[in-house]
């Protein structure tokens, strides 16, 4: 989902 | 990536190693809150779990490890080389206060319960309120030397800097994760007071004094 995105953040 | 999101990785990074730096330097580590750096350690600790899961970039892993790696770096110097120079005493905030209902809040309010995304979570929400000893302790001491106030700036700029970024990305791509926002929020907020006496004092060369 577009939260998983979130990861490839520090 | 965009530059709002580098800018604030880069400045978390100067933060993280201009503390580093003075504590091996000044061989002391008075005025600054070791348990404020635990919770920095324990942040990165629970958020980068996925170090070796998933890849992202070559990027995204060498900042992961840097990071993990000063953080625990700094409490070994704070709590283990150089700990005579502990200020045990004006660093009493009371961290469990912090670390329990955020855990609590964690297990409560996430994407997806599963134990990976509960401490992200976690760590996630503990990271905006890591910073509350050590600016507790600021305002116990009364005053900050100015490197430790230009470390504060630094970090404060780091995730104000990622609100940019959560915005921009809101209107290029249509992400968003609101859980990182609110708590991107809270945390920039807690800096506000200490942005704008830095702003108007320390800039000026005056020593950062915090109404006690």
């Given at each position: 989902g577009a939260e998983d995105q979130a990861k490839d953040e520090l | 990536m965009n530059v709002f999101r580098l800018v604030g990785d880069l400045s978390h990074l100067l933060a993280i190693i201009m503390l580093l730096k003075k504590i091996w330097s000044s061989r002391s580590c008075a005025g600054i809150s070791g348990k404020s750096q635990l919770l920095f350690a324990l942040v990165f600790t629970t958020r980068y779990l996925d170090l070796f899961t998933s890849f992202i970039s070559v990027y995204n892993t060498s900042m992961k490890v840097i990071y993990i790696l000063c953080a625990y770096a700094t409490v070994y110097l704070i709590y283990v080389k150089f700990k005579a120079t502990y200020d045990h005493n004006h660093d009493t905030f009371r961290a469990e206060f912090l670390v329990v209902p955020v855990g609590g809040l964690a297990f409560l309010v996430?994407?997806?319960?599963?134990p990976l995304e509960i401490l992200w979570t976690f760590s996630i929400y503990l990271e905006s309120v890591a910073i509350m000893p050590q600016l507790f302790m600021i305002s116990k001491t009364g005053e900050a030397e100015s490197i430790t106030s230009h470390y504060l700036f630094c970090l404060g700029g780091y995730r104000a800097l990622y609100i940019i970024n959560w915005l921009y990305r809101f209107y290029s791509e249509g992400f968003f994760d609101l859980i990182a926002i609110v708590a991107g929020c809270v945390q920039t907020i807690l800096y506000c007071d200490f942005f704008y006496l830095y702003i108007t004092k320390v800039i000026y060369g005056q020593k950062l004094s915090l109404p006690a």
């Open positions: - | 996430n994407h997806d319960f599963t």
